[in-house]
């Protein structure tokens, strides 16, 4: 039976984290869209969000996900719309997001 050092049990759970983090953070789950979202609504919405986070409203401050309650930050409004900006990435999210239920 193989132990690992702590070295690698600390870089397993890094990975670990990392393909979680891929999940938890997909853009529509971010942006609280369904799938089949248009483009320009996905930027007006963004637009929205980020408003409201630099208003401080609270409703805006978390994102659910199958995972449970995430914090929602204008950094990640900002990377799920650049995200679902590029087809090729946009049909990467639109995948896992279907898999969750957010494409109905």
Known sequence: MAILSAKARS???GQLHNALAKHYENP????DLPVGTASGEIERHG???LAMLGAGLGE????RTP???RERTAEL???AMAELR???RRLVHEYWATGWGTGT
């Open 11 to 13: 870089s397993a759970a």
């Open 47 to 49: 637009q929205k969000l």
């Open 67 to 69: 995972f449970g309650a």
């Open 77 to 79: 409004v900002r990377a």
């Open 60 to 63: 805006a401050k978390t994102y």
């Open 28 to 31: 529509f789950l971010v942006l």
């Open 86 to 88: 590029d087809p090729s």
